[in-house]
């Protein structure tokens, strides 16, 4: 036990559980605690952590060492993780590759990319069900199941995050990570040019349509992959269904999708889960983290033109500044613009989205980012037309 190691009112310490979490116990039972000895970034966009998903790790509170180390205060999942317990046989891979991929979904929809996913950052309850912990929260040993886009640009997706579900998959029914070579050469650079100029091999263990969803997750252009963690999963539920042997059963619930159809991406997702900015809560086991890149209205003046005519959508054209480091500036014009029109705006990656009264929003973007832009008419005239500006690019 070190001094830094925090002192939680009402618990006391037991033992260590891994590097860098601790068992405590209190009156009402035991909690783990984790310390974020290499946290994410500073500046980060908001992140949530205990969305309230059955399939995501439980985050109690959080709070600083003495010596201001961040750590979080977790429910305590004693069956451990999944990392020592491969090879599993393929039908409970199934069922936890399913239910890893819900708890994705929900992430990712909330705007946060895991950024880690592999066994180990995968805890079992009680009840055997799958949990992901430690969004956004990057191991060192993250790179044998990590995209090669990542290692190329340090920039992390939620196709990004669909590769690593994949590998993860492989890693279970085969016991070790599908770039790892057993008593061969597993330096860090060998690994790296295995994952950025190799393929996964088969398992040998899975069906054939199992075999393929795995190698096509782990595809080394993004826009092979499966578009979403929620289309993984589908995937998944059919191949169970298609294999299982008659009465089985799957327990994961795949949470629907957002009914408006999905569009390739193009470029990288910037949204990671942050947990080192000042102002953290913690609130009926609900983390959030302060959030300095929400979109802000900008005060630029909208030009009006009340003698022009209603009807479809205008051509707008988007442009683009960077503001700062971490931020662009999204600008629109377009023509015949009408008193109380408003502004529909998405990123390319589908993560973002909103609504603004003005020609301009500010997004938090450390690297490239894309949006379209959709004029809104005061009076509906144009509710049924619901045509996209072209992507105008910011990097």
């Excluded at 891979?93 to 705007?111: F, T």
């Excluded at 069900?129 to 990057?138: E, M, S």
């Excluded at 909103?354 to 929003?361: A, I, L, M």
Aim: charge should be neutral; aromatic fraction near 6%.
């Amino acid at each position: 036990m070190t001094e830094e190691l925090p002192e939680i009112p009402g618990f006391r310490y037991a033992r260590p559980l891994g590097k860098n979490v601790h068992l405590y116990r209190g009156p009402d039972g035991e909690v783990a605690v984790k310390l974020l000895a290499d946290p994410p970034r500073a500046g980060e966009i908001r992140t949530v952590l205990g969305l309230g998903h059955p399939g995501i790790v439980v985050v109690h509170r959080a709070g600083r060492t003495r010596a201001g180390l961040l750590y979080l205060v977790m429910k305590h999942y004693s069956n451990g993780d999944l990392a020592a317990l491969a090879p599993l046989p393929v039908e409970r891979v199934l069922d936890i590759g399913l239910q890893i991929a819900d708890a994705l979904q929900a992430a990712h929809r909330a705007g946060v990319v895991h950024r880690d996913v592999k066994p180990a950052n995968v805890l079992l309850d009680e009840a055997g069900n799958a949990c992901l912990t430690d969004f956004g929260v990057l191991g060192r040993d993250r790179l044998p199941w990590t995209a090669p886009e990542v290692i190329t640009s340090g920039f992390y997706s939620v196709r990004a995050d669909v590769f690593s579900l994949g590998a993860t998959l492989w890693h279970l029914l085969v016991g070790h990570s599908p770039f790892v070579l057993p008593r061969g050469d597993n330096s860090h650079a060998a690994l790296e040019q295995r994952i950025l100029h190799g393929s996964p091999p088969p398992t040998g263990r899975a069906p054939r349509p199992l075999e393929l969803l795995l190698r096509q997750a782990m595809a080394a252009d993004p826009a092979v992959r499966p578009a979403s963690a929620e289309a993984f999963a589908l995937r998944l539920r059919e191949i169970y269904h298609e294999t299982a042997p008659a009465g089985s059963t799957v327990d994961a619930v795949v949470t629907p999708a957002d009914p408006r159809p999905r569009r390739r991406s193009r470029w990288p997702v910037y949204a990671s889960a942050a947990a080192v900015a000042a102002g953290v809560v913690g609130t009926s086991g609900v983390l959030w983290l302060k959030d300095d890149s929400l979109p802000q209205q900008n005060p630029v003046a909208q030009p009006q033109n009340a003698g022009a005519e209603a009807g479809p959508s205008p051509k707008v054209t988007v442009s683009v500044t960077r503001v700062n480091r971490e931020t662009l500036r999204f600008s629109w014009t377009y023509q015949s613009p009408l008193a109380g029109d408003t502004f529909a705006w998405r990123t390319n990656d589908d993560l973002k989205s909103g609504t603004v009264e003005t020609p301009s929003v500010d997004l938090y973007a450390p690297g490239a980012l894309c949006v379209q832009v959709r004029v809104v008419r005061a009076d509906g005239s144009n509710a049924s037309d619901q045509t996209w500006s072209p992507e105008g690019c910011g990097f």
